[in-house]
């Protein structure tokens, strides 16, 4: 073995060619590893090829400086640290090739006047974006969002299937049919027809179309002559509905007209009642309701149910767009003056009597006063509901955007 030292510009060269197995398979590697005690120097290098077991290649570089040089094109990087853009002529670019730039994306990056970014998507027509640069931090036609808690109170007398949206909690009152009462044939009700029995009142919850548990409230009993409530239907908890049916008669005394002894009334249907069932757990809460019509006094199902909900938010601008007036005719339906955006403050003087305005949603306001100021979620409207005419002043204070 000999020593010697090694030159500036010294080369080695490693060349391995291919082999075969006993099997004939061909074998292929290459190994190359430099480590060098200078700042830590390190180079590896690893290539290999198997026809049986596959390949593996692999290509390790470490230093306290690396520089490439010129154009670098990777399919993924991933950056487990800081990445430093130099401040001075650096950019990052999306889309956006400069600060001005109205085309979709994202500039990061130095300019004349300093740091600048500009992040915009064009939704509709109307570009929405966040800028910043030497004047500050613009925010335009952006769309903000509110968490909060919605809570929902309705009930149903009829078949249906009932969207719960993104309740997290629901309860229920469900209240079956009654039954009908028992009808006497005979002078002394020695003869008679049974009352028949009430319908039950069926609930499923599902998560879409799965079937995950079923309440059933049962009907009320028919009357019978057995027993019963002999004057009067047995009342529900939400009489009528689901309350009994009285006892008849059909026979008639024929030298007074008078009605013969009346039958057994009917039994009040179940009244079954669940609250704050968690319902957390489903993607696409519904109710799938089943209300037959048989029976006495046919049943309801109220229900309510609660969970977080996204709100839209828009910031309210600091002076109207539009200022003017408008004519409302006694009796006559009309609209707002269409404007852009349509969601804003109305601020209103000099309205007529018993106006009804819709503003959006499920809002129907009533004037209190001659005086009227309102948020709107789209351009209002007005019923036939007012009795005297008046030339409304108005002022308009956009808020966000279409």
Known sequence: MSVRDVSANSESVLTQKAITDIEGNAQATLDMRVVGSGSAAYFELVAGGNAVHGGTSSIRAAAADILLEGSVTVDEMDVNGPLAIDDATGAFLFGKA???????GVFMGNTANGFAFYAGVTVSGEEQSVKIS???????NAVFKLGADAYTENSTEITEVIDLGAATSLTLSIQASGGTGEINHGQFG????IGGNGANAVVVLKDGSTPITT??????????NTGGYTESGQISAYNPKGSGGPGRSDFTFPESSETGPKGVAGYAGE??????YDVSGLA?????VTLAGNGMNNAIVEYSYSGETLLTADPLSATPSAQGTFSVTSGVAGSFPNLSPARGLWVLKNTPGNWRVDVGGTVDLERPTDSMTFPAGKRPTWNTNHNTSAVVT???YPMGGD
Do not use: R
């Open 190 to 193: 020695n003869t008679s027809t």
């Open 394 to 396: 108005y002022a308009y």
């Open 271 to 276: 009244n079954l009642i669940i609250t704050n």
């Open 215 to 224: 309440w059933t409230a049962t009907g009320g009993h028919g009357g019978a």
């Open 134 to 140: 030497e004047d500050g931090v613009e925010i335009k």
């Open 98 to 104: 400069s600060a001005i730039s109205t085309i979709d």
């Open 284 to 288: 696409d809460p519904k109710l799938d």
